[in-house]
């Protein structure tokens, strides 16, 4: 996930018990959450929407009588990371500390500094789930929270007016193809309407880089390969040519971006499944945003999180069962019905509940089915290695000064190369 605060989603999760972990040799291990009558106080650090809400953490409380749950929540994921890393080993860091995908390489760096997942919980998640927040001594880091499969949203009454299908199934066949296809559908939009097709420039990108298996970075070396890789340039000329014309230059996260969701400034938006919760939250009397089971290119993973326990906390063991109830099946797909965060837990993808949930908002589309193929469809898991996220952040702000006019996409190309010499 990577946004800011998502203002208004409303997540409605139910809760199990879960007795407390005690892990043997944890630094700073503290009290028991579930059996030790002393008070205490356990802080959770979060950014963007991880469907836990006051009342998710009220039944926790309920649950665990001797527990207060602080709640805090960064403006953005680049927040929440320059926190992160400027107190991790130090003081300051809450009981559970939330993490992002892309800057999970970085964190690896310091897996001795957390605690690690007790062993009984760790194959409750996928695989790739698991091995990505695996250290080389065995220790999984990182409690699974979300994964993010992708399928295209749009607005239904924005295609009408330009005489493009409606009907999600006739939309998903309409997109079917690479992303030539999906621009050159974009070049319809724009000659029927005079509007913009997508959102931004960074979004789209976004899609299109995780598709590629090693952009950044050689999987084998760990030498930074990004500037000399013809898969990165070949991205970066499709999507700004495609920007000048098609997208809103709306940055995402951004308070026109948002507004944007509404005022009907863009026609489509690449979605993964925690994107539903983002659009319903910030659109509320929209009635017309949908989104259909097909993706350009094939299947796509955008975002993903874990929640990570420092070792020198101060109630390590009580954190460990607050970060196993939060991560649990149940908490997952409630979480999921609300704001659209999909399951990273086996139990969950295999749930019922998941395949047949549809969302309201979304015209009642099966989302649960719909999320559930495009994760099946997912052929790429890209590796991103140390310099990932300050690689594509500085690609993300060479894309958002193409569309804000500040640089051509030449010059703007240069001055990342120069950037990304610089990292390392």
């Not at 014309?245 to 951004?254: C, K, R, Y």
Request: hydrophobic content about 40%; aromatic content about 10%.
């Amino acid at each position: 996930m990577n946004a800011r605060a998502f203002r208004r989603s409303a997540v409605a999760i139910a809760a199990f018990s879960a007795s407390a972990i005690v892990l043997a040799g944890c630094a700073g291990g503290g009290d028991d959450a579930g059996s030790s009558d002393e008070q205490i106080t356990l802080t959770v650090a979060t950014f963007n929407d991880f469907g836990y809400t006051d009342e998710l953490f009220q039944e926790y409380m309920d649950e665990n009588p001797n527990v207060k749950i602080v709640h805090n929540k960064a403006a953005t994921s680049n927040d929440a990371r320059a926190n992160y890393f400027q107190k991790l080993g130090k003081k300051g860091l809450a009981d559970i500390e939330a993490i992002e995908v892309d800057w999970l390489p970085e964190v690896m760096k310091y897996s001795d500094l957390l605690a690690p997942v007790p062993a009984d919980l760790t194959d409750r998640w996928l695989d790739w789930k698991t091995a990505a927040a695996t250290d080389a001594d065995g220790n999984l880091i990182g409690y699974g929270t979300d994964i993010g499969p992708e399928g295209v949203c749009y607005r239904s009454d924005l295609f009408a007016a330009a005489g493009l299908p409606t009907d999600r199934d006739e939309v998903a066949a309409l997109l079917e193809g690479d992303w030539a296809k999906y621009f050159e559908v974009g070049d319809q939009y724009v000659a029927a309407t005079g509007k913009a097709f997508f959102d931004s420039a960074g979004g789209t990108y976004q899609g299109m880089i995780n598709q590629v298996e090693a952009a950044y970075e050689d999987p084998k070396t760990g030498d930074i390969i990004a500037t000399e890789n013809p898969e990165v340039q070949d991205i970066y000329d499709q999507v700004t040519a495609a920007s000048a014309t098609q997208s809103a230059h709306l940055g995402q996260w951004s308070d026109d971006w948002f507004a944007g969701l509404s005022d009907g400034a863009f026609a489509t938006m690449l979605c993964p499944g925690w994107m539903l919760g983002v659009i319903s939250g910030n659109a509320p009397d929209t009635t017309t945003w949908d989104i259909a089971n097909v993706f350009p290119n094939g299947g796509g993973n955008w975002g993903g999180s874990y929640l990570t326990v420092p070792a020198n906390g101060a109630h390590v063991e009580a954190a460990q069962a607050l970060a196993d109830w939060l991560t649990a099946p149940e908490q997952q797909i409630k979480a999921f019905e609300g704001a659209g965060t999909f399951p990273s837990q086996v139990e969950a993808l295999e749930s019922e509940t998941l395949l047949s949930s549809t969302n309201e908002y979304f015209n009642n589309a099966p989302v649960g089915q719909i999320l559930t193929d495009r994760a099946n469809a997912v052929t790429v898991a890209p590796f991103k290695g140390e310099y990932y996220f300050q690689i594509n952040d500085a690609m993300q702000k060479a894309l958002t000064r193409v569309e804000d006019g500040t640089q051509d996409a030449p010059a703007s190309w240069d001055q990342w190369v120069s950037e990304v010499d610089a990292i390392g």
